[in-house]
């Protein structure tokens, strides 16, 4: 910069000299000519932008030393900011991964799933119909209606527990899903259902990604029925139930019962088909079947987007998520507000340096900038903090959900979205709670009194403000404190429900024979075995076992009829089934109304 000024100096000075001017007097008119040096370089130095980021430094490091000044203002404002931000940021974790974000399959938007009204399964026999009758899918594929978890062997080896779901052959064509190596089913697999499809983390977490995984039999459940891997699914897909990844899928059994509601169908729309297009296809198509198997009322079908997946997880968090979101957004304005009173209490201490920048000449956009460098600094510390915190209360709201709908797996990983997200709370909350301090305590006249210290007239505005962000804060204080009164007392009622069993003292245990142990009734007769030893441990009152373990979130449903029952219009027959051992109701302190308990006797040959 010295170098082109000077370079401007000599021209002048050139053409004062043409103008029959002695040097001197040429170098002298030039000088006077030009201006002072050092303001023409200030004002150099503010038209660029280095000069802006210089600003920003000191302005970022008088913020740090204020605040550290100040330890007992500072954490408490950083405290409630992370209380605030990481509240938010946990539950848009769920809301992204529930609601929002989208399965990685090809054109997830063009996938839909067909239910009965509420949500409910379908048959095999419908599934069938759909895909060879319909005008409307590109494709149409079947699922079980729920995750199966069973123990799994290879050679000797226990690999663990996993979940599995039986499909159709065309699910990964449908989904438009390509395997890692190897292939993925295909409808002849439905002949012999002895492969198998293993998910990436599967692959990983027991073979430590061989590519010799291929051709390995893998046996599973309490039949040990072989499985040969002939594929791996990519990395990041884990079947289409949010929440409920899946390890293994295998071939589903046919079944020609029309009325055997067990099975979820999800279709792909043609290019160019609308939802109600293909809405009202299906349920002509479901009118009709209802006519050709004899139904005693119409099939009901419906359809709903499952560009997110399966819409049963949508359907029951779609309401208490909009609840939670709505009382997390006034928990951080409740955290805004209260940070805001407390920078207008600040700004009382800070009188003086405010009046000798403003007499000094400081600009009220200099000051501004400042006073938001400074709540800059506490949203971003308060932001960082509550970032660290989402984790922990991501996963503590998983564990609460997974208390009512079965072991829930729902992933907490930082990515752009959710830093995204973080960031423009964080940037909404700086604004909300800066500004209008900033604002306000850059607004008054100076005043000079006579001990000769600046001030700034206090006026009606400050305390004006201060009393409705205190009134806002014990308004929203309110409203949070009468919901979570409800809310306990919701929690105290649930706690005292008579579930039908008593949970005290019991113990969940898992078995499964071995890959070469007996099979069928062999087997039950293993395990009877099994529960006689148990039971005459020392301190174990009773001995049940059950064909799905409890609060895992497997289930069986079929559909029951029974003798002179007729349902009504609208309710189904399907029922969750659960095959239990002797003593099941003791041991889970069940009392039976009328009849009695299952017995030992009651074998393969006895039919009540």
């Given at each position: 910069?010295?170098?082109?000024?000077?370079?401007?100096?000599?021209?002048?000075?050139?053409?004062?000299?043409?103008?029959?001017?002695?040097?001197?007097?040429?170098?002298?008119?030039?000088?006077?000519?030009?201006?002072?040096?050092?303001?023409?370089?200030?004002?150099?130095?503010?038209?660029?932008?280095?000069?802006?980021?210089?600003?920003?430094?000191?302005?970022?490091?008088?913020?740090i030393r204020l605040l550290k000044r100040?330890?007992?203002?500072?954490?408490?404002?950083?405290?409630?900011?992370?209380?605030?931000?990481?509240?938010?940021?946990?539950?848009?974790?769920?809301?992204?991964?529930?609601?929002?974000?989208?399965?990685?399959?090809?054109?997830?938007?063009?996938?839909?799933?067909?239910?009965?009204?509420?949500?409910?399964?379908?048959?095999?026999?419908?599934?069938?119909?759909?895909?060879?009758?319909?005008?409307?899918?590109?494709?149409?594929?079947?699922?079980?209606?729920?995750?199966?978890?069973?123990?799994?062997?290879?050679?000797?080896?226990?690999?663990?527990?996993?979940?599995?779901?039986?499909?159709?052959?065309?699910?990964?064509?449908?989904?438009?899903?390509?395997?890692?190596?190897?292939?993925?089913?295909?409808?002849?697999?439905?002949?012999?259902?002895?492969?198998?499809?293993?998910?990436?983390?599967?692959?990983?977490?027991?073979?430590?990604?061989?590519?010799?995984?291929?051709?390995?039999?893998?046996?599973?459940?309490?039949?040990?029925?072989?499985?040969?891997?002939?594929?791996?699914?990519?990395?990041?897909?884990?079947?289409?139930?949010?929440?409920?990844?899946?390890?293994?899928?295998?071939?589903?059994?046919?079944?020609?019962?029309?009325?055997?509601?067990?099975?979820?169908?999800?279709?792909?729309?043609?290019?160019?088909?609308?939802?109600?297009?293909?809405?009202?296809?299906?349920?002509?198509?479901?009118?009709?079947?209802?006519?050709?198997?004899?139904?005693?009322?119409?099939?009901?079908?419906?359809?709903?987007?499952?560009?997110?997946?399966?819409?049963?997880?949508?359907?029951?968090?779609?309401?208490?998520?909009?609840?939670?979101?709505?009382?997390?957004?006034?928990?951080?304005?409740?955290?805004?507000?209260?940070?805001?009173?407390?920078?207008?209490?600040?700004?009382?201490?800070?009188?003086?340096?405010?009046?000798?920048?403003?007499?000094?000449?400081?600009?009220?956009?200099?000051?501004?900038?400042?006073?938001?460098?400074?709540?800059?600094?506490?949203?971003?510390?308060?932001?960082?903090?509550?970032?660290?915190?989402?984790?922990?209360?991501?996963?503590?709201?998983?564990?609460?959900?997974?208390?009512?709908?079965?072991?829930?797996?729902?992933?907490?990983?930082?990515?752009?979205?959710?830093?995204?997200?973080?960031?423009?709370?964080?940037?909404?909350?700086?604004?909300?709670?800066?500004?209008?301090?900033?604002?306000?305590?850059?607004?008054?006249?100076?005043?000079?009194?006579?001990?000769?210290?600046?001030?700034?007239?206090?006026?009606?505005?400050?305390?004006?403000?201060?009393?409705?962000?205190?009134?806002?804060?014990?308004?929203?204080?309110?409203?949070?404190?009468?919901?979570?009164?409800?809310?306990?007392?919701?929690?105290?009622?649930?706690?005292?429900?008579?579930?039908?069993?008593?949970?005290?003292?019991?113990?969940?245990?898992?078995?499964?024979?071995?890959?070469?142990?007996?099979?069928?009734?062999?087997?039950?007769?293993?395990?009877?075995?099994?529960?006689q030893r148990l039971v005459a441990v020392?301190?174990?009152?009773?001995?049940?076992?059950?064909?799905?373990?409890?609060?895992?979130?497997?289930?069986?449903?079929?559909?029951?009829?029974?003798?002179?029952?007729?349902?009504?219009?609208g309710v189904d027959r399907e029922s969750?089934?659960?095959?239990?051992?002797?003593?099941?109701?003791?041991?889970?302190?069940?009392?039976?109304?009328?009849?009695?308990?299952?017995?030992?006797?009651?074998?393969?040959?006895?039919?009540?």
């Amino acid at each position: 910069m010295e170098r082109e000024l000077e370079i401007h100096l000599e021209q002048l000075t050139k053409e004062h000299i043409a103008a029959r001017m002695n040097v001197v007097d040429a170098r002298r008119a030039a000088q006077r000519a030009f201006g002072s040096l050092e303001l023409t370089k200030e004002q150099c130095r503010d038209t660029r932008a280095v000069q802006l980021v210089e600003d920003l430094l000191r302005d970022l490091a008088y913020a740090i030393r204020l605040l550290k000044r100040s330890p007992g203002f500072s954490v408490t404002a950083v405290l409630s900011l992370a209380l605030g931000v990481g509240a938010n940021t946990a539950l848009f974790s769920l809301v992204d991964a529930v609601l929002l974000r989208m399965l990685p399959v090809r054109e997830p938007q063009q996938l839909v799933e067909i239910t009965q009204p509420g949500g409910g399964t379908l048959s095999y026999p419908f599934f069938e119909a759909v895909r060879d009758q319909n005008q409307v899918f590109s494709g149409v594929l079947l699922l079980s209606g729920g995750r199966m978890a069973a123990g799994i062997h290879l050679g000797g080896a226990d690999l663990g527990d996993i979940h599995l779901s039986a499909v159709s052959g065309n699910y990964f064509e449908v989904l438009g899903v390509s395997p890692v190596i190897g292939r993925t089913l295909a409808e002849e697999d439905l002949q012999t259902s002895n492969v198998a499809v293993i998910s990436f983390r599967f692959w990983q977490r027991a073979f430590a990604g061989d590519p010799a995984v291929l051709g390995k039999t893998l046996r599973m459940g309490a039949d040990s029925r072989p499985y040969t891997i002939v594929g791996v699914a990519p990395k990041g897909f884990t079947g289409v139930s949010v929440g409920q990844p899946i390890d293994l899928w295998i071939p589903v059994e046919r079944s020609r019962n029309p009325v055997a509601f067990m099975f979820r169908v999800i279709a792909r729309r043609k290019p160019g088909v609308s939802e109600a297009a293909a809405r009202a296809n299906v349920q002509l198509l479901a009118r009709q079947l209802s006519q050709e198997w004899g139904f005693e009322r119409p099939l009901s079908v419906e359809l709903t987007r499952a560009s997110s997946g399966l819409t049963q997880m949508r359907r029951r968090f779609a309401g208490p998520f909009l609840v939670l979101t709505f009382i997390s957004m006034l928990l951080l304005l409740l955290v805004a507000l209260n940070i805001a009173n407390l920078l207008l209490a600040r700004a009382s201490a800070r009188q003086q340096e405010i009046g000798v920048r403003l007499s000094l000449g400081a600009s009220r956009s200099r000051l501004l900038r400042q006073l938001l460098t400074e709540s800059f600094v506490l949203g971003c510390a308060g932001s960082v903090l509550g970032l660290i915190l989402a984790p922990a209360a991501a996963k503590f709201l998983v564990r609460f959900l997974s208390l009512s709908t079965g072991a829930m797996e729902l992933p907490f990983a930082i990515d752009m979205r959710l830093l995204a997200f973080t960031i423009f709370v964080s940037v909404a909350v700086v604004l909300l709670f800066g500004l209008a301090p900033a604002l306000a305590t850059t607004r008054r006249d100076l005043t000079l009194p006579s001990s000769g210290s600046f001030r700034i007239t206090s006026g009606l505005g400050l305390v004006r403000r201060g009393k409705f962000l205190v009134t806002a804060q014990v308004a929203i204080s309110c409203v949070l404190l009468a919901g979570a009164v409800l809310f306990g007392r919701s929690l105290q009622t649930l706690a005292s429900v008579d579930a039908g069993f008593n949970p005290e003292n019991v113990l969940i245990l898992h078995l499964s024979t071995a890959a070469e142990g007996p099979t069928g009734v062999a087997r039950v007769r293993l395990y009877g075995r099994v529960l006689q030893r148990l039971v005459a441990v020392p301190g174990v009152h009773s001995v049940a076992m059950s064909s799905e373990p409890l609060f895992g979130g497997g289930t069986w449903t079929e559909a029951v009829n029974a003798p002179g029952f007729t349902p009504q219009r609208g309710v189904d027959r399907e029922s969750i089934m659960l095959a239990v051992s002797p003593g099941f109701f003791q041991t889970m302190d069940t009392p039976l109304i009328r009849g009695r308990d299952f017995e030992w006797r009651d074998d393969e040959k006895r039919r009540k």
